[in-house]
């Protein structure tokens, strides 16, 4: 079966996708380090192993898709692409001809995860959406069932209480994301633990609640999306659904509407 190799580009990951060539089926993901410097060739080298140990039975490559919020590492990435797809790679932006509407002030300021992100809303929900997507940043992303993105929130990230004490402190250590045992630490590793965990958990429900009152709508499903939405999801009472690929389910889409 032919498929198609999409990139979706984080300030902190990348996360590669061997999707259906509609953009319905996720067939194998891999997430690497954006931050990590990396020659082309190196690259060609990365990605050639991520997709020999892809599923058997995949056909020939015949798209490639790129959504990226560093505009740095665009170039070598699209060439890189371009060295392993067997036809067009295109890169998704706020000028991309889509079928959703951007309805903000400054449209072409809006980043790709999010237009994606409004892409495959519309399509595997049909309904109003708030995708929170949790990465580098925690973004909520107000999405209409007809695919109307009508802007959102964007509040720093889940580590970044653990980033902060790190830089910020002498004696408190650095600590791993994740759920507390219990919620009152008995050591300090804890204590950092559950606080930053439940800040996060917390600012969710919370900015989640708020905007569904500014919000003029009875019918809104709410989407945890990004890496950090297995660990914040489960705890988070506002998060109807749990779907860490969204935004690359939106690649696939827009790949399929692109190329045409």
């Known amino acids: 079966m032919a498929c198609q190799l999409v990139a979706d580009v984080g300030n902190t990951d990348t996360v590669f996708g061997l999707m259906s060539l509609s953009g319905r089926e996720i067939l194998a993901s891999w997430r690497i380090s954006t931050g990590v410097p990396r020659t082309e060739d190196e690259y060609r080298v990365l990605l050639a192993a991520l997709l020999a140990s892809g599923p058997e039975g995949a056909g020939p490559i015949r798209r490639g898709v790129i959504g990226s919020v560093v505009p740095a590492g665009d170039r070598t990435l699209r060439r890189v692409l371009a060295s392993v797809v067997k036809g067009p790679v295109v890169q ?13 002030d400054e449209p072409l300021t809006v980043g790709a995860d999010r237009i994606v992100n409004t892409l495959a809303a519309r399509y595997r929900f049909g309904r109003d959406t708030i995708a929170v997507d949790l990465g580098t940043a925690t973004t909520f992303d107000c999405i209409t069932a007809d695919g109307v993105f009508l802007g959102g929130v964007i509040a720093p990230g889940v580590s970044a209480g653990l980033d902060w004490l790190a830089r910020s402190t002498a004696k408190l250590p650095r600590v791993e994301l994740a759920p507390p045992p219990e919620v009152i630490g008995r050591r300090t590793e804890a204590c950092i633990r559950s606080g930053v965990f439940y800040a996060a958990v917390g600012a969710v429900d919370a900015i989640v609640r708020r905007i569904r009152e500014s919000w003029d709508s009875d019918d809104i499903l709410v989407v945890a999306t990004g890496g950090f939405a297995p660990v914040i999801g489960p705890h988070a009472s506002s998060v109807d659904r749990i779907e860490p690929l969204l935004t690359l389910e939106g690649l696939g889409i827009a790949g399929a509407h692109l190329d045409r």
């Open 92 to 104: 998704v932006t706020a000028r991309s001809e889509l079928p959703i509407r951007i309805d903000v």
